[in-house]
């Protein structure tokens, strides 16, 4: 479980303890402070859990608008153009095995999670086991963007 998922129940629980604690303090019953404890708790729950919820939403919103702008910047190329793969700084190739992205960038080894694209550091080389299954292509300057 991730903290977004344990944090309100931290909350109800911590929340419930001090709520409890508070109404004993100031004289109520165990029985009338377990209930207003309870009874607060819930309403902390329900509005952490609503918040935390509205968080993660815009996160995620705002990585998959980054991830679609990505994919809309890249420039897809023809692998047989670039003979050997020389480095390049701006150049990558996806598995789309796997999905992949891995740079050619040969400053250290790398490998997509099925090993379908490697590159090699040592020997400057890039390994495609399929080459149907995998794309080269660079990132084209943004659109509305002077080069």
């Given amino acids: 479980m991730t903290i977004i ?20 303090h100031k004289g109520a019953s165990a029985g009338h402070a377990a209930f207003f404890a309870a009874i607060i708790s819930l309403v902390i729950f329900s509005r952490t859990f609503r918040l935390l919820r509205l968080v993660a939403d815009l996160w995620e919103r705002s990585r998959n608008r980054a991830e679609q702008q990505e994919y809309a910047n890249r420039q897809y190329l023809d692998p047989d153009d670039f003979g050997d793969h020389s480095a390049a700084a701006n150049r990558f190739y996806e598995c789309t095995i796997c999905g992949n992205v891995i740079s050619v960038s040969f400053a250290k080894d ?4 099925c090993r379908n694209v490697s590159v090699s550091s040592g020997a400057h080389k890039v390994l495609i086991r399929d080459k149907t299954k995998a794309k080269l292509f660079s990132h084209s300057p943004r659109a509305g963007v002077a080069t």
């Avoid at 931290?10 to 419930?16: E, N």
Wanted: glycine share 12%.
């Fill in 5 to 24: 998922e344990l944090f309100p129940w931290l909350v109800l629980i911590g929340g419930s303890i001090l709520a409890g604690t508070y109404f004993f």
């Fill in 110 to 113: 790398a490998a997509c999670k």
